[in-house]
């Protein structure tokens, strides 16, 4: 009886405690992709102010210099400088989101 | 010809199609040299496009909810991309940006960098998370994440605000081109712009928006890029202008200098005709404050974010994975035209006003000019202006007026290519015009069809009744739309800026907390849009009355004001009423991770 008790006992508390652990590691792989998804959004919106607000507060200074291809400098950040940065920028941010996401075993099965 | 499934076969369709287009070009081209007028030809080009348009609409008809409202979810990512460019840019980009350029330099050039640098926030912020979110629409988010109709309603009256001040702007512009390549009065020409919107969108919804726009993205990149590298090469500029312009920049500059920007009299500017500009400012100098530069590209990027057209796009790719991709090759797509607009400017500025340049007019005699084809052809659309102000016989750079949205539809003519090019033209501005309108109309039409009435009105209609509404809100928003065209009170690149001046005011926060702050709560949301929106209404009537603003915040910009409302109202208010409940707390956890179900299951 006594020994039927115990393990009964432990049979439920085995699995109670399995369940909360499976549960507490299922939320700290949420919370540390979380994390490391922020860490990736800061990195990521710091070049997006640069690039898009931060240097043409020096745009009368930045124009006097002769930038890519004979442009002056500020001029050719408006007209392909800043626009191509973002689309490079889109394109390393997707590929490090994805590596976090295969990471944690997070990411998407079967599609392209 | 075409074995197995659609989605498999796309590239070699849309090769075929792409070929195909080229093909009608050519025969164009050849039509024109043996003696077709001008106007068959702007009309063929016109008519022809549209014909395919509608065919696609016709052939993605549908009868499921899921193919109406997200095509399916099944957009492969270059594809979506390439829909979302179309999508994206709108006859503001297309007939507008390189006239805005052209006029007002590089104040206006802070547009090419927040219709650009948005994306980034879409990409970070919003995009992925809605993907996996599975919602039909941008309300369907809002109202699900913070429950409850109200919350819903107030999403979608933003929604409709900043839509449908946009959706005017592009009905306005298919009905300036409607009426220059079909020359018919303005007022008819809208309505022909409208039926054409409604003939691509109304049958197959998302699906049939999708498969245009991907047809209208092609004519339209076609028809951009064609005439510039065309007129580099004629004027000898370089045969790859993007990278060979710099003399030609300087060169405009050096041209500058020699003129002057001579200040024109009021009872001289009296008699120039509304809506025209005259060439004031300089080509490539930096002739705006840092904040004037900033202010503006924030605005455009954060309502870039905001904008539920561009957001719902990206509901239709297969995963969470392939709309961040997607996003990349939007703004890839994009970046083709735009890069190519400041290039357009500066060969366009230069033929006209080079007097060594044989298509040059600055210098020569008014009678000369005034007795050119192209001048008055665009002189009688009231769209081109030369008048004698000094009264010495000859054209000076002050005395040159032209509207904005003429530059890039008037250029081929004035740099001398053949007719065949500005056929293109009008047809690759309708296409951007129109693919934009279509999203802009399916985004007001879903948001009341699915979000008024079938999660508020009738959430037991059944899925035929649920798309007749949508069909016939369709039809009611586009007649709307084109009625308030028609009346042409902003012109098309000002409207534009309010729609999105309106979208962040009310919808930004609201969006993103929705996502990066779990605190984030109803109230707070419902503050967030109403206070944003009404103070950024008010802080526009305002200064449109004569207010004088304030921290430099213009009309163009007011949505930095009604922005910063919101998020300090969404905050406050959220902070002092109770926090969401744990249901809404796990549905935004589940909407942080990729992998796993959608968390809204759609009927």
Known sequence: MYIFNTFNLSQNGYGFASYNLKREVYMAKNAQHWEKTKGLLIVTLVLWAIFSMGIFLFGAEMNTVTGPFGYPLTYWFTCQGSLGFFVILIFWFAGRQEKIDEEFGFAERGDK | ???????????????????????????????????????????????????????????????????????????PTVFN??????????????????GGIYFKGYGYMALLVGWTGGYVLVATLLAPYLRKFGCYTVPDFVGTRYGGNTARLMAVIVLTVASFTYVTAQINATGTIASVALDIPFQYAVYVGLVSILLCS????????????VAQYIVLIIAYLLPVFWISNNIGAGFFPHFMLADEV??????????????????????????????????????????????????????TASLPHVMMRFFTTPSVKAARKSVGWSVFFIFLLYSSAPMLATLSKLA???????????????????????????????????????????????????AGKAVVLATPEVAGLPYVISGLVAAGGMAA?????????????????????????????????????????????????????A????????SVIWAFDFAMSGLFWPLVLGVWWKRANKEGAIAGMVLGL??????????????????????????????????????????????????????????????????????
Request: glycine share 10%; net charge neutral.
């Open chain 2, 1 to 75: 010809m075409i074995k197995g499934n659609f989605i498999d076969n796309l590239p070699k369709i849309y090769g075929i199609y792409t070929g195909g287009f080229i093909a009608f070009i050519l025969i164009m081209a050849i039509g024109e040299q043996m003696g077709m007028t001008s106007k068959a030809i702007g009309i063929a080009f016109v008519g022809f496009t549209i014909f395919i348009y509608a065919l696609i609409g016709w052939l993605s008809r549908t009868a499921q909810a899921s193919n109406y409202y997200v095509a399916g979810r099944s957009v």
């Open chain 2, 81 to 98: 991309g390439m829909a979302t460019a179309a999508d994206w840019m709108s006859g503001a980009s297309f007939v507008a940006m390189a």
């Open chain 2, 202 to 213: 109304m049958l197959g919804g998302m699906r049939g928006v999708t498969w245009t726009q």
């Open chain 2, 250 to 303: 300087a060169r405009i500059g050096e041209l500058e200098q020699q003129f002057g920007f001579v200040k024109n009299s009021a009872a001289d500017l009296a008699t120039v005709p509304k809506g025209l500009a005259g060439i004031t400012k300089a080509h490539s100098e930096v002739n705006a404050t840092p904040w004037a530069f900033i202010s503006l590209a924030l605005a455009m990027m954060m309502g």
């Open chain 2, 352 to 402: 006209l006003i080079d007097p060594n340049l044989p298509t040059g007019i600055i210098g020569k005699s008014i009678a000369e000019v005034q007795a050119i084809d192209w001048y008055q052809n665009w002189n009688q659309a009231n769209l081109m202006f030369v008048s004698d102000f000094n009264g010495n016989g000859t054209v000076e750079l002050n005395e040159f007026f032209m």
């Open chain 2, 433 to 485: 015009a129109m693919s934009t309108a279509d999203g802009l109309i399916l985004a007001i039409a879903n948001a009341i069809s699915h979000d008024v009435y079938y999660k508020m009105i009738d959430p037991k209609a059944e899925t035929a009744k649920r798309l007749l509404v949508a069909r016939v809100l369709l039809v009611i928003i586009g007649f709307a739309g084109a009625t308030i065209a």
């Open chain 2, 487 to 494: 009346m042409e009170i902003q012109g098309i690149l000002g």
């Open chain 2, 534 to 603: 009404v103070s950024g209404f008010a802080y526009l009537i305002w200064v449109r009355s004569g207010g004088s603003g304030f921290l430099g915040i213009t009309q163009l910009t007011f949505g930095i004001f009604g922005s910063t409302v919101s998020l300090v109202a969404m905050v406050v208010v959220s902070l002092m009423t109770s926090e969401p409940s744990s249901a809404t707390q796990k549905m935004v956890d589940d909407a942080r991770v990729p992998a796993g179900q959608q968390v809204i299951t759609q009927r």
